[in-house]
């Protein structure tokens, strides 16, 4: 089945840790990004790439990276300069960034101990 | 910078009643998408319904329709025939077609609770 999957379901991280986040689609999308969402709020922008090797910081980009090796792959690092990381995390792909509608991975539950 | 806003943060409806959730939002831009997604407890983002803008006609899906008023700025869901199933988070999104190429703007969302 074609989809995007995310992994692990819940994470635990230490304070001073970096974790990283993977995403994962077979669905031959060009474009993919990282959203963030807290209780009770709507979807934020962390990163976003449109091509292989590329990618643009987005609203809330400041203790997180991203890279683009391969076009399936588009893992995110909640870095130790991230200051309140908890949070659901939520990965998307669509065939093209400009015109095509994103589809979502189911998650990633992140909890800073 | 576009926004947008879901001025319901809950919703109740009975089961095979209609409800409608509002959203609005704010552009200078004169083509774009807009985009309702439902997430349920599992919190997996569905998509249920898309409308270009550039388009007249509103989108329908089954049992779930658009009112989309451009000059507005609104963009509402009707779902009729409501089910159990519709209860969960309802998210408004607009994406730009010409800048920001990878940018959708989120709502803050709409709880629905549909009672039996």
Same mark, same amino acid.
């Given at each position: 089945d074609g989809g995007i999957t995310q992994s692990? #379901?819940?994470?635990?991280? #230490?304070?001073?840790?970096?974790?990283?986040?993977s995403c994962e689609q077979n669905l031959n999308h060009d474009a993919m990004y990282w959203y963030r969402q807290d209780p009770?709020?709507?979807?934020?922008?962390?990163?976003?790439s449109q091509i292989v090797n590329d990618f643009q910081k987005g609203d809330i980009a400041e203790g997180y990276s991203v890279s683009r090796e391969k076009k399936e792959s588009f893992p995110l690092t909640v870095?130790?300069?991230? #200051?309140?990381?908890?949070?659901?995390?939520l990965c998307a792909s669509s065939i093209l960034a400009r015109t095509d509608t994103q589809y979502f991975g189911p998650g990633t539950r992140l909890t800073v101990l | 910078a576009q926004t947008v806003t879901q001025s319901q943060p809950e919703m109740s409806v009975q089961e095979a009643e209609t409800v409608t959730l509002s959203c609005t939002y704010d552009t200078s831009e004169s083509d774009y998408y807009l985009f309702w997604y439902k997430q349920p407890p599992s919190r997996q983002m569905i998509l249920v319904i898309r409308q270009e803008a550039y388009k007249q006609q509103n989108a329908t899906e089954n049992r779930f329709s658009v009112n989309f008023q451009k000059a507005a700025k609104s963009f509402s869901l009707k779902i009729s025939d409501s089910q159990l199933g519709d209860a969960a988070?309802?998210?408004? !999104?607009?994406?730009?077609?010409?800048?920001? !190429?990878?940018?959708s703007t989120f709502g803050d969302g709409t709880t629905l609770t549909v009672k039996p």
């Open positions: 692990p #379901k819940y994470l635990f991280r #230490k304070e001073g840790q970096n974790v990283t986040l009770g709020q709507g979807l934020r922008l962390i990163y976003y870095t130790s300069a991230q #200051k309140n990381p908890t949070a659901f995390y | 988070m309802y998210f408004c !999104a607009y994406r730009s077609y010409n800048t920001n !190429a990878g940018k």
